[in-house]
């Protein structure tokens, strides 16, 4: 349980995440990502990073429970500490030193959308689905890499309805690199990583650096005044309000995503 890295082979590093029962990251396990990521990037022996997690899905964002235990003593620690562990993970994976590949399968939901929307390339089981369903839940944020998946109609149709995509859907849109099988996951992700670590370790880094200076958005600042907005929905109570019903209704008797 937690996050854990793989030895290099053939200069691909594998980050997993493992947080049952749904892989939603207490505070601690966003910081631990981060950490992880940015060591595997720096690890000269690395090319290519594949990020991917165990369980019944990829990412289901922040952990609710350990938010709402801390709001019933008046406290927002923790709604400060995963906001700011979320922008550390998503700013670990966008500034990796090499290509970072998401190997999805599942929910893909929330904070996980800010992981993928940040990765280099992803690769996805056919049972993958994509979404922020933030509104439903008390929040706000990750339209900013929602953004970098799908176009922006779709994404604010998504955003608003808090809907999901699939990945064939994702795939049409051009943002996930191939759909495979659940049990062909990993060897496809891998696949892939392997192409790209390949190459010249020393150009890898080069290219990564150069394409991250081209983008046209700033994904770190963008994110963050999406964050703003968060805080003042609870400041104002309103999330609360959304994400205490939002328990009533997966308290009762469904297992969520």
Not at 5 to 32: C, E, I, K, R, S
Not at 116 to 138: C, M, Y
Not at 164 to 191: D, M, Y
Not at 218 to 238: K, P
Request: negative net charge.
């Amino acid at each position: 349980m937690g996050v854990s890295t793989a030895a290099p082979d053939h200069g691909v590093a594998a980050v997993t995440m493992d947080f049952p029962p749904v892989n939603a990251l207490p505070v601690q396990g966003w910081y631990d990502l981060a950490d992880a990521v940015r060591a595997a990037g720096r690890d000269p022996a690395v090319r290519c990073v594949v990020l991917a997690a165990e369980g019944r899905g990829f990412n289901a964002g922040v952990d609710l429970k350990e938010m709402q235990r801390d709001a019933a003593t008046g406290g927002h620690g923790v709604l400060i500490g995963a906001n700011r562990g979320c922008a550390e993970a998503f700013a670990a994976v966008y500034a990796c030193e090499v290509p970072v590949v998401a190997a999805v399968h599942g929910f893909c939901l929330g904070g996980g959308i800010g992981l993928v929307g940040n990765a280099d390339a992803i690769v996805a089981s056919q049972d993958a689905t994509f979404g922020l369903p933030e509104l439903d839940r008390g929040a706000l944020g990750a339209a900013t890499h929602l953004a970098r998946l799908v176009p922006q109609h779709l994404m604010r149709a998504l955003y608003y309805t808090s809907r999901t995509a699939t990945a064939q859907e994702l795939h049409a849109h051009g943002s996930v690199w191939k759909v495979v099988p659940r049990t062909e996951l990993s060897a496809a992700a891998w696949e892939l990583a392997r192409e790209i670590a390949s190459k010249d370790g020393h150009l890898l880094r080069l290219a990564k650096a150069a394409l991250n200076g081209i983008d046209p958005v700033d994904v770190h600042r963008s994110y963050r005044f999406e964050q703003g907005f968060t805080f003042e929905a609870n400041l104002s109570g309103v999330a609360d309000r959304v994400r205490d019903a939002f328990g009533r209704t997966a308290g009762e008797g469904k297992d969520r995503p």
